[in-house]
């Protein structure tokens, strides 16, 4: 199915972006986390890279033209695929040129009537810092950490917040200079794409004042009342919006309809901290129009002490799910129902791996682990059953030519899965290094975005851990996964004889639309080899 990229916000301020060039032309083939572009937006150019693979199908803007956020910038999909809906609803827009006089006069209104918004808001002497938009799949964000606090100085490049997506930890750097004034979003909290995130200005403003002007204390509240409040007799469809005929709604008829349907009347942003504080909605009582239960409710909230109320304190918690927690439980719920699993069973004789990795590392400085020469043998396996290096697509199945393996990681907040680009090409020392790095920075939440993207294998070894064998999710758009448990010692039969042998168990598990059990198979064979004779991994 084709997928439309549009035009990313990638600055809190910007409206437009302007395609300084393009890096990929129709027809190409594109894989997850190439560049396609630069785009010029109002502060910078920037590369902008594809979060989906395919081809590219369409250029919905050329090189050195403008256009608003959210726009059709391209479509990837698969080879041949029908497009001319997509494209045929993106041409009949009205394009900017083509105005009549009467329409000219109206744009021109317009931009006087945004020069004169803008001169009002300069004169206010702050600037606001919205949530920006760091991919194009985001929709809400999470503030990692605050590197600024109020009262502190900014200049334009500071970074003063760093903020979690759906893809990765990103550093946010101020494009304003001035003294940072308020915060309204605390560390550990999401909130949606362009809500307040800071203000930034002059020492002196009044914060409150500066809330007020741009709608932000209480409107959202009141907006959502207008909204919700529920059709009277009286009313009609066409002034039932109008903030007036609301505020003259008698409030014993809300009463009314709350006694009638039993309904308990919630602004959203009340019901989703209420959700979040673990407060029950019927121990509350509302203070906004016709008993409307809104923001200060939850704010004020006090628990009624009861003789067992410490017991009930201890008997859960409630632990806000973070971006990256969200973000996998979506995606290994749609990897789960969406591709058909089947698993592998595999358990390889590791005595001369273990003989192999102890000379190896009393030979040399950097200090190789059990799991890089898993990661090595996996590689060069890889490169010899390309089935299983592979993704699965509508019309078509991508064999890759390349190996790019997944490394799990496992972080506070859930997984991550930084990627080792061309694994087959590196040697052991490339890999326990870039392996060691990645790990740390993970912890850090410093992995880059394009560190994190394009894998087309994946492994995950909680050998570590002591677990003996386990069954992984497939990280798509990968078709396999590899589990690696821990090295046991136990007694097995050689020549006839029974010894005392280290063994490792290992469990593929495959998108059997892309690969079948032989394949599987065969993969795990040519593996076995590498693993059980280790100096093939040299040759």
Not at 82 to 100: F, G, L, Q, R, W
Not at 113 to 127: A, G, I, P, S
Not at 223 to 248: G, R
Request: charged share 30%; with cysteine; proline share 3%.
């Amino acid at each position: 199915m084709a997928e439309i990229i549009n035009m990313p916000r990638l600055s809190d301020t910007m409206e437009e972006g302007t395609v300084s060039s393009w890096l990929k032309k129709v027809g190409d083939q594109i894989n997850e986390g190439d560049i396609l572009a630069e785009i010029e937006t109002d502060k910078a150019t920037m590369e902008f890279e594809s979060f989906y693979s395919g081809e590219l199908l369409y250029i919905g803007v050329e090189a050195g033209k403008t256009v608003p956020v959210d726009s059709m910038l391209a479509i990837i999909g698969h080879k041949d695929e029908d497009i001319t809906a997509y494209v045929d609803k993106h041409d009949s827009k009205p394009k900017k040129n083509n105005t009549n006089s009467h329409d000219k006069k109206f744009e021109e209104e317009k931009i006087e009537e945004k020069d004169t918004t803008l001169e009002e808001k300069n004169q206010n002497n702050f600037e606001v810092v919205k949530m920006p938009r760091l991919s194009d799949t985001m929709e809400e964000g999470t503030v990692s950490s605050w590197l600024k606090k109020v009262g502190d100085k900014v200049k334009e490049g500071d970074i003063i917040a760093e903020i979690e997506t759906d893809k990765a930890t990103m550093e946010f750097e101020s494009f304003y200079n001035g003294t940072l004034i308020h915060i309204g979003i605390e560390e550990g909290k999401s909130a949606l794409i362009d809500e307040v995130l800071a203000i930034i200005g002059d020492e002196n403003v009044d914060v409150e004042k500066a809330l007020n002007s741009i709608g932000q204390k209480d409107k959202i509240e009141e907006n959502e009342i207008k909204n919700e409040i529920p059709q009277q007799e009286n009313i009609s469809s066409k002034n039932s919006n109008d903030l007036n005929v609301v505020s003259n709604i008698n409030e014993s008829k809300i009463k009314s309809a709350n006694s009638q349907s039993d309904r308990i009347f919630v602004s959203p942003l009340a019901k989703k901290m209420a959700s979040e504080k673990g407060i029950l909605l019927n121990d509350l009582v509302g203070t906004g129009d016709g008993g409307r239960i809104i923001k200060r409710d939850i704010e004020n909230y006090t628990p009624p002490q009861q003789p067992n109320d410490k017991l009930k304190k201890e008997s859960s918690i409630q632990i806000q799910n973070s971006q990256i927690r969200k973000t996998i439980a979506k995606r290994l719920s749609d990897s789960k129902f969406s591709a058909p699993h089947y698993y592998l069973n595999v358990e390889y004789n590791v005595d001369n791996l273990i003989s192999f990795r102890e000379q190896y590392n009393s030979q040399t400085e950097t200090k190789i682990s059990y799991n890089d020469l898993i990661i090595k043998a996996t590689a060069l396996s890889l490169n010899v059953h390309p089935a299983v290096n592979s993704q699965w697509s509508e019309n078509e199945t991508i064999q890759h030519k390349h190996v790019n393996i997944g490394v799990a990681v496992a972080v506070e907040d859930g997984l991550v899965v930084p990627v080792l680009k061309f694994a087959d090409n590196l040697n052991l020392n490339e890999i326990g290094l870039k392996v060691k790095d990645f790990a740390s920075r993970a912890q850090e939440k410093k992995l880059l975005q394009n560190e994190i993207e394009g894998s087309t294998f994946t492994i995950s070894n909680l050998g570590m851990f002591g677990i003996e064998s386990f069954t992984s999710i497939i990280n798509q758009p990968n078709s396999a996964i590899l589990s690696v448990g821990s090295i046991i010692q136990k007694p097995v039969v050689k020549k006839d004889k029974i010894v005392i042998s280290n063994t490792m168990k290992l469990t593929l598990a495959c998108d059997h639309r892309t690969i079948d059990g032989a394949s599987g198979s065969k993969f795990l064979q040519t593996l076995k080899d590498l693993v059980e004779n280790p100096i093939k991994i040299l040759l």
